[in-house]
């Protein structure tokens, strides 16, 4: 099946410093997702990207869509403790829905202060 | 307020028992899903569901079971043959844009 791969799987930073999370699948995307997860809690959706090249900003986060469709990056500028938890990208593919989205495993951010 | 509820929050689960988790959504969503996810693990797909009375095996089905008699409702249901099932259970429905909603989850302990 399609896979999405997502690295670091773990970043340590300390409080203050950027953190950047990176996805790429071998095929094109129809569009990618992002989520976040706070510890001991679920998934929650933070953004979709769905044009090439497509950048969007939302307060400290910056979200990129790759050219080809294929690859997607989430970077926090200036992180704070709000900020821990493991973010997940989605994936979904042209022609596919079916089975939902594509997880990748996701990042931990781990801050420390 | 719409959602996702799911519940038990926790569970345990004696060795050759099953055990059933309940996920309701008022969302008015058609397809819904069952995840799982272990420690510091992402998440797998057990079985989702695009209308009712149909549903389908996702990557790791075996050792669950699915119903889904009612659009609102997509119980999983963990059976004795699931070997280790500790872990922590996410439904999910798939709303406008293809944005997922997950519930707030299930962690299903053995003991």
């Known amino acids: 099946g399609q896979q999405v791969m997502q690295i670091p799987q773990y970043q340590h930073v300390q409080e203050g410093e950027d953190f950047t999370t990176y996805c790429n699948s071998s095929t094109t995307l129809s569009n990618i997702q992002w989520y976040k997860q706070r510890p001991g809690g679920h998934p929650v959706f933070l953004i979709q990207l769905v044009k090439s090249g497509e950048v969007k900003k939302q307060k400290r986060l910056t979200f990129q869509f790759g050219e080809a469709k294929k690859n997607s990056s989430l970077h926090i500028t200036a992180t704070q403790t709000t900020d821990v938890g493991t973010y997940f990208c989605a994936g979904l593919y042209s022609g596919g829905g079916a089975d939902g989205l594509t997880f990748g495993k996701g990042t931990h951010l781990i801050i420390q202060p | 307020d719409g959602g996702i509820t799911q519940s038990p929050k926790y569970l345990f689960r004696k060795e050759g028992q099953n055990v059933t988790l309940s996920c309701e959504q008022n969302l008015n969503h058609d397809a819904m899903y069952w995840y799982r996810q272990d420690p510091g693990q992402g998440l797998r797909l057990i079985y989702y569901?695009?209308?009712?009375?149909?549903?389908q095996k996702g990557d790791i089905a075996e050792g669950y079971s699915v119903s889904r008699e009612k659009k609102e409702s997509f119980p999983l249901t963990v059976t004795s043959a699931q070997k280790n099932p500790t872990a922590f259970y996410l439904c999910?429905?798939?709303?406008?844009?293809?944005?997922?909603?997950f519930g707030e989850g299930s962690w299903l302990t053995v003991v």
């Open positions: 999910a429905s798939l709303g406008p844009g293809n944005t997922i909603y």
């Open positions: 569901s695009q209308i009712v009375n149909d549903f």
